[in-house]
């Protein structure tokens, strides 16, 4: 299997998803880069994928320098120390996937102001409350968004992101979908847009709870 067909049978399966669900729901696909060289990100453009994700700033820098000349979206979906920030901001990310702290706001905050810079950013929310996950708790997230909007001016949030319970279990990870969609609805008010859920395990399954934005890496990028 190449690429391609990675790609086209992904594609494929996020629409059937999305049809059975939601017919007028526009579903964006981020493909994650991580397991990725740059010849294969490049390969992945060529079949017509525009969004990438990294969770390492310095991978995020080599890649996103290689390939400087294509017209790609780069998304930033890992946790990020505040020693990384300035680095990751210098990348101008179309999306900070993984704002997971107020610290981590704070920061971001003071940079942006000083460089007169904004940021787009999903508030991303522990879900399923594991300890080795960062994240809002989910009965903080909400408070915490408008806390964010309130006192971080150049941080502009537009959804939620989460990663499902790390488990076989489908009732549990569609347990933890659903905390993620309710909080995302209760901020739809304050122009919540983005409901980043699902990953190559279970997409389909976000899909169905709501999710308007996958994240895929394995599934595209292993045994290509
Ligand atoms: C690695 C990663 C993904 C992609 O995971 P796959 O299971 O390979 O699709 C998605 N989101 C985040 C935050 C990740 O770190």
Same mark, same amino acid.
């Given at each position: 299997?190449?690429?391609?067909?990675? /790609?086209?049978?992904? @594609?494929?399966? @996020?629409?059937?998803?999305r049809?059975r669900? #939601? $017919?007028?729901?526009i579903?964006?696909?981020?493909?994650?880069? &991580?397991? %990725?060289t740059?010849?294969?990100?490049?390969?992945?453009?060529?079949?017509?994928?525009? %969004? =990438?994700?990294?969770?390492?700033?310095? #991978?995020?820098?080599?890649?996103? #320098?290689?390939?400087?000349?294509?017209?790609?979206?780069w998304?930033f979906?890992?946790? /990020?120390?505040?020693? &990384?920030?300035? %680095?990751l901001?210098? /990348?101008?990310?179309?999306?900070?996937?993984?704002?997971?702290s107020?610290?981590?706001a704070?920061e971001l905050?003071?940079?942006?102001?000083?460089?007169?810079?904004?940021?787009?950013a999903? /508030?991303q929310?522990?879900s399923?409350?594991?300890? *080795?996950? *960062?994240? =809002?708790?989910?009965?903080? %997230?909400?408070e *915490?968004?408008?806390?964010?909007q309130?006192?971080?001016?150049?941080i502009?949030?537009c959804?939620?992101?989460?990663i499902?319970?790390?488990t076989?279990?489908?009732?549990?990870?569609?347990?933890?979908?659903?905390?993620?969609?309710?909080? =995302?609805? *209760?901020?739809?008010? $304050?122009?919540?847009?983005?409901?980043?859920?699902?990953?190559?395990?279970d997409?389909?399954?976000?899909?169905?709870?709501?999710?308007?934005?996958?994240?895929?890496?394995?599934?595209?990028?292993?045994?290509?």
């Amino acid at each position: 299997m190449g690429l391609n067909e990675n /790609l086209i049978q992904a @594609i494929e399966k @996020i629409e059937k998803a999305r049809v059975r669900t #939601d $017919r007028h729901r526009i579903v964006r696909l981020v493909a994650v880069s &991580k397991y %990725a060289t740059s010849q294969e990100i490049q390969a992945l453009y060529e079949c017509g994928q525009r %969004a =990438f994700g990294e969770n390492k700033v310095q #991978d995020l820098q080599e890649k996103s #320098d290689k390939l400087n000349n294509l017209p790609l979206e780069w998304h930033f979906i890992g946790t /990020l120390q505040n020693n &990384k920030i300035n %680095a990751l901001l210098k /990348l101008k990310p179309t999306l900070l996937q993984s704002l997971h702290s107020l610290n981590l706001a704070y920061e971001l905050q003071k940079r942006l102001e000083r460089d007169n810079l904004t940021l787009k950013a999903l /508030l991303q929310v522990n879900s399923a409350k594991e300890e *080795s996950k *960062s994240g =809002f708790l989910p009965e903080i %997230a909400q408070e *915490s968004y408008h806390k964010i909007q309130e006192e971080c001016p150049n941080i502009k949030l537009c959804g939620i992101m989460s990663i499902g319970a790390h488990t076989q279990e489908t009732k549990i990870i569609q347990k933890s979908f659903e905390v993620s969609y309710k909080i =995302f609805e *209760s901020l739809k008010t $304050r122009g919540a847009k983005t409901l980043s859920l699902g990953m190559s395990g279970d997409f389909e399954l976000a899909i169905a709870c709501g999710s308007n934005c996958v994240r895929l890496g394995s599934i595209l990028f292993k045994n290509a």
